[in-house]
């Protein structure tokens, strides 16, 4: 079984600062990672994902995501916020092998506020 | 960029009633499935569907729900008998290697 652990439900930074928001997984076979971000009343779309290549991962919007096997975390990162990232940001897990039949086990979510 | 289409954005039923959640898929994905968030809670998995069958379905998706694929091109969700505790956001998504999600319909039982 899959399962992820997002620390944080809310988090505030300051335009400009480090964007951390943490997330920690649990799986019995390698996982594949994503982060998707929902803006107020849109869908969730894809910043990000790990499949087992590159630990570190560039996504969208200046985001990365960090792989680490000894932690069991894939923390998303963005260097300097932008009043922009404020929205709603989920990481979700796949246990690893074909795309195609997905099944996204998600965590609870974090809201990411900018403070200007 | 490609997207999911889902209608209506807003439901509101009364309890007992049946509803039927609408969703295009993108037009050359295989694969198709709902989720849904209930209220300050994580999104979760429903059903996914392929090859015009259910190819898994979570312990949510009880006999009151079904999916359908009825012309080639809509993918929906019906709920029988709608329960006050169906109210949420029901997401559709597709996938081809990348899932793509919908902004979801929120359906609120009165």
């Known amino acids: 079984a899959q399962s992820v652990t997002q620390l944080g439900s809310h988090v505030s930074v300051s335009e400009g600062a480090l964007v951390l928001l943490r997330c920690n997984y649990s799986?019995?076979?390698?996982?594949?990672l994503f982060w998707y971000v929902q803006y107020p009343n849109q869908g969730l779309q894809l910043l990000l994902k790990?499949?087992?290549?590159?630990?570190l991962v560039k996504g969208i919007n200046g985001f990365e995501a960090e792989f680490k096997k000894s932690e069991t975390s894939f923390h998303l990162t963005k260097p300097s916020a932008h009043m922009s990232d404020a929205a709603e940001y989920f990481c979700a897990v796949y246990p690893g092998g074909n795309f195609g039949n997905e099944k996204l086990t998600f965590g609870t979510g974090t809201r990411l506020t900018i403070i200007p | 960029e490609p997207e999911v289409t889902q209608t209506p954005s807003h439901q509101v039923t009364q309890m007992g009633q049946e509803v039927i959640l609408r969703c295009v898929p993108i037009?050359?994905?295989?694969?198709f499935y709902w989720y849904r968030q209930i209220l300050g809670q994580k999104v979760e998995f429903l059903v996914s569907f392929y090859n015009n069958e259910i190819s898994e379905k979570s312990e949510i998706f009880d006999d009151q729900f079904s999916v359908e694929r009825p012309d080639g091109s809509n993918f929906t969700l019906k709920i029988r008998s709608t329960k006050l505790e169906d109210s949420a956001m029901y997401f559709c998504?597709?996938?081809?290697?990348?899932?793509?999600f919908g902004a979801g319909t929120r359906l609120s039982v009165l």
């Open positions: 790990y499949t087992s290549a590159a630990t």
């Open positions: 799986s019995s076979v390698p996982p594949y």
């Open positions: 998504a597709s996938s081809g290697n990348i899932q793509y």
């Open positions: 037009s050359n994905h295989l694969y």
